[in-house]
């Protein structure tokens, strides 16, 4: 399958994947929001003393963390893949991947970085099954400020690998939700991306090989 | 044992350590390295039991540190731990001489499964 434009049909899919990712990362039970439920009312609702795993004041008052990386099924283009965490969840995350009470903010950014990259591969192994050239790209992460703009979190100076993906071409983005440990955790996948400066793993054969001994 | 861990992500690294610990497969030394260029150069001068590698990674991918490997002659066993977990990775890997592929998010059990046989 080459990059799709509406994944719209892939939805259930996706939605099973998150919380088996999620549910596997963070250890709690996921629950996926119907679509169109505002994400950020519901975390609201919920409320930090709900949370599962209360972390420091400061992770409740952290900037949201995003994680991106890239699909390549070339010629038809690139498939980006967006994963958005409140700053309380990716806290959580770092908590439980590195088992620190104190994770630093390259702690983060690793562990937002590796949840991407594990989301990113099982949407690979989704929706591309029967297209071998299909390539995922490193991930990237970096810790945006609350309701800044996509430019503003790609610009942030704390950042992993430095990928950039950019949308265009008009194509509509596909969002799932999923309510893990009080916070809302946001996958979307955005149709015909364009690269930027996203970092691709060596090829196979390629001259990374060059010079070893 | 010596064992390779090899992962861009040092998090999947505290992880992949963590669960061999869990699946009842720990205490044994540990080799870390940042990409396959790092474990390729640890392969050369620690002479490891069992190397598990990330696929994709900076620099030389998992595969490619597989392939230079296996073309020295180094038949150490090497188990994939990535996040593609397609049939067609798996059937890369197994041509490449891969003990097999675990996929990301995983369990002890996939651990022990997979790697009990190499690992006592």
């Known amino acids: 399958m080459s990059v799709p434009d509406d994944l719209e049909d892939e939805r259930v899919g996706l939605e099973t994947l998150l919380a088996d990712v999620l549910r596997a990362t963070f250890g709690a039970e996921p629950v996926v929001l119907p679509l169109g439920l505002p994400a950020l009312d519901l975390t609201v609702a919920v409320g930090a003393d709900d949370a599962a795993t209360n972390g420091p004041d400061a992770a409740a008052a952290a900037p949201p963390a995003f994680g991106l990386l890239a699909i390549s099924d070339e010629p038809s283009g690139l498939l980006g893949v967006q994963v958005r965490l409140p700053g309380r969840l990716a806290h959580a995350l770092a908590v439980r991947m590195f088992a620190s009470d104190a994770p630093t903010a390259d702690d983060l950014l690793d562990a937002v970085g590796e949840l991407t990259n594990i989301l990113g591969g099982n949407v690979k192994a989704l929706l591309f099954t029967r297209s071998a050239p299909a390539r995922l790209s490193l991930p990237s992460a970096t810790l945006g400020r609350p309701g800044g703009a996509p430019a503003a979190r790609h610009a942030a100076p704390a950042s992993r690998n430095g990928a950039l993906v950019t949308a265009g071409g008009g194509s509509t983005p596909t969002t799932i939700c999923a309510l893990v440990l009080g916070d809302v955790a946001e996958l979307t996948l955005i149709p015909h991306v364009q690269g930027g400066d996203v970092v691709w793993p060596p090829l196979l054969g390629s001259a990374a090989l060059e010079g070893q001994p | ?120």
Not at chain 2, 33 to 46: I, S, T
Request: aromatic share 4%; charged share 25%; net charge negative.
């Open chain 2, 1 to 120: 044992m010596k064992i390779v861990v090899a992962d861009d992500s040092r998090a999947m690294r505290m992880i992949v350590v963590r669960t061999l610990r869990q699946a009842g497969l720990g205490g044994h030394e540990i080799l870390e390295a940042e990409d396959g260029r790092e474990a390729l150069d640890l392969v050369g001068r620690h002479v490891p039991d069992l190397i598990l590698s990330d696929w994709n990674m900076p620099g030389l991918s998992g595969i490619q540190l597989l392939s230079t490997l296996r073309a020295r002659g180094d038949g150490t066993p090497f188990c994939f731990v990535t996040s593609e977990g397609s049939e067609d990775m798996r059937e890369q890997a197994a041509a490449a001489g891969a003990l097999g592929l675990i996929a990301k998010p995983f369990t002890a059990e996939v651990f022990l499964d997979l790697l009990s046989p190499v690992m006592t």
